[in-house]
């Protein structure tokens, strides 16, 4: 079972931020926070990650709370483009052989 | 520098037919993972190589599936006798063996067992 839960929809305007909840409330000390997307008929794509700083790079943001049991993924500028469903997984990190596990995800609709 | 690549890109068969799904992962990646996906549905877990351990198969559904990587790069994954509810999309993904192992996924194999 996949150890966060996130809304399964949301809609954004195109042009604004777009702020993607997920809560992971279980997380343990060494687990990192990673999103992936996921845009119709492609495979996933790696967005961002963390471990309990707020990170950025020229995809998105990741802020994740003090006590780590939350985070947001922000697009500050949605396009269209940006239309997908939207995958929060908590993980090890180090070789640990550990597989992802996808939940359901948040179905984000960017509209015109 | 090139992606993760899967072949065949579709792939229809006949119930009770074996495929073969093949997977170039990124050059240097260590790390190779199987999931597929239904439609609508999450990715779920197939089988991890990484190196030259043995692979953890712990996610494979029944014994008509089997994988293998050659010299540590391309991977088949083997369905035998298909059923029509091995329908679905098999996606690869690789990673380095990083602390952070970020995974690239592959475009994925469609596959329709009629």
């Known amino acids: 079972d996949a150890k966060t839960t996130q809304p399964p929809s949301m809609d954004c305007a195109e042009g604004r931020a777009a702020n993607l909840p997920c809560n992971h409330s279980?997380?343990?000390?060494?687990?990192?926070v990673y999103w992936y997307r996921q845009i119709h008929s492609q495979g996933p794509q790696y967005i961002i990650h963390g471990l309990k700083n707020n990170e950025t790079n020229e995809m998105a943001s990741l802020i994740i709370t003090e006590d780590r049991k939350s985070s947001t993924l922000i697009l500050p500028h949605a396009t269209l483009r940006d239309t997908a469903v939207y995958y929060c997984i908590v993980r090890l990190g180090g070789n640990y052989g550990q597989n992802f596990v996808f939940g359901p995800g948040t179905r984000l609709s960017v509209l015109p | 520098g090139a992606g993760v690549s899967q072949s065949p890109s579709n792939k229809v068969t006949e119930k009770g037919k074996d495929v073969e799904l093949r997977c170039d992962p990124i050059?240097?990646?260590?790390?190779l993972y199987w999931y597929r996906q239904s439609l609508g549905q999450g990715l779920e877990f197939l089988i991890y190589f990484q190196g030259n351990s043995a692979p953890d198969k712990s996610g494979l559904p029944s014994d008509r599936f089997s994988a293998e990587r050659t010299g540590g790069s391309v991977s088949t994954l083997t369905i035998q006798r298909t059923q029509q509810e091995d329908s679905a999309v098999y996606l690869c993904?690789?990673?380095?063996?990083?602390?952070?192992?970020?995974?690239?996924f592959g475009p994925g194999t469609r596959l329709l067992v009629l």
């Open positions: 279980t997380i343990s000390g060494n687990e990192y």
């Open positions: 050059s240097g990646h260590t790390a």
């Open positions: 993904a690789s990673s380095l063996t990083t602390e952070q192992e970020t995974q690239y």
